[in-house]
Nanobody
Framework: VQLQASGGGWVQAGGSLRLSCAASDRTFSGGTMAWFRQAPGKEREFVAAITWSDAKTSYEDSMRGRFTISRDRAKNTMYLQMNSLKPEDTAVYYC????????????????????WGQGTLVTVSS
C-alpha cells in the first residue's frame, strides 16, 4: 500500500493551499487517515485526522477553523484544505494511515500510524 501526497508549494501569508493524499488501494477502509507536519528542527506534530468509513474528524486546536480535512472514498483520496495560512505553518506535511480507527490521543501520535506518504513542502512567506 502506498500513499502519495501532493499539493504543497509557496504561498503568501493569508493565502490557501489544498493538499491531497492518494492511497493506492482501499486497505484503510476501516481505519483512520491523518495529516502531520514537521518544521525544521521540530518534532512531527499532529494536524488533523479523519475516519475513512464515516468521516469523523479531529483537529489540533491551533488549526481548527483554518484547516479542513476531508476524504473522497471513490477516489481513495484524502484532502487538507488550508486557509488563512501563517508563516508558522511552514513545514513538510505528511499523510499517514492506520488500519484501525483509534480514539483520542492514539490518533494524534505519529507512532500509531503504520503507513506514511513521502511529504510535501508548504512554505508560507510573510
Amino acid at each position: 500500500v502506498q500513499l502519495q501526497a501532493s499539493g504543497g508549494g509557496w504561498v503568501q501569508a493569508g493565502g490557501s493551499l489544498r493538499l491531497s493524499c492518494a492511497a493506492s488501494d482501499r486497505t484503510f477502509s476501516g481505519g483512520t487517515m491523518a495529516w502531520f507536519r514537521q518544521a525544521p528542527g521540530k518534532e512531527r506534530e499532529f494536524v488533523a485526522a479523519i475516519t475513512w468509513s464515516d468521516a469523523k474528524t479531529s483537529y489540533e486546536d491551533s488549526m481548527r477553523g483554518r484547516f479542513t480535512i476531508s476524504r473522497d472514498r471513490a477516489k481513495n483520496t484524502m484532502y487538507l484544505q488550508m486557509n488563512s495560512l501563517k508563516p508558522e505553518d511552514t513545514a513538510v506535511y505528511y499523510c499517514a494511515a492506520r488500519l484501525s480507527r483509534g480514539v483520542g490521543i492514539v490518533i494524534r501520535a505519529p507512532a500509531s500510524y503504520g503507513y506514511w506518504g513521502q511529504g510535501t513542502l508548504v512554505t508560507v512567506s510573510s
